[in-house]
């Protein structure tokens, strides 16, 4: 049984950085790419960043030049560095598995708030 396992959310001011992490336990096969969405309270859940299993990475325009996802594929493990966040990154941070065959899979989320 496949488990995505996130941590590293919490409560920073503006400014400060936090690092996500989400690693995947059980056999997957047929990662197409890995990545973060978010969503916020009262509104739809949204992309942050993507990277592939070649290392192509995408990145919401909001979050462009403070995020950066990075992927251990041995481990089955992807970071977000989130760097000078900003109140408006406040949100419940979900990791993403898409596969080319099967399933996609989800975390459970991880809070991630940011007091100015």
């Known amino acids: 049984q496949v488990q995505l396992v996130e941590s590293g959310g919490g409560l920073v001011q503006a400014g400060e950085s936090l690092r996500l992490s989400c690693a995947a336990s059980?056999?997957?096969?047929?990662?197409?790419?890995m990545g973060w969405y978010r969503q916020a309270p009262g509104k739809q859940r949204e992309l942050v960043a993507t990277?592939?299993?070649?290392?192509?990475?995408n990145y919401a325009d909001s979050v462009k030049g403070r995020f950066t996802i990075s992927r251990d594929k041995a481990k089955n493990t992807v970071y977000l560095q989130m760097n000078s966040l900003k109140p408006e990154d406040t949100a419940v941070y979900y990791c993403?598995?898409?596969?080319?065959?099967?399933?996609?899979?989800w975390g459970q989320g991880t809070q991630v708030t940011v007091s100015s």
């Open positions: 990277i592939t299993s070649g290392g192509n990475t």
């Open positions: 059980g056999r997957i096969f047929s990662i197409d790419s």
């Open positions: 993403h598995i898409a596969r080319l065959l099967g399933n996609d899979y």
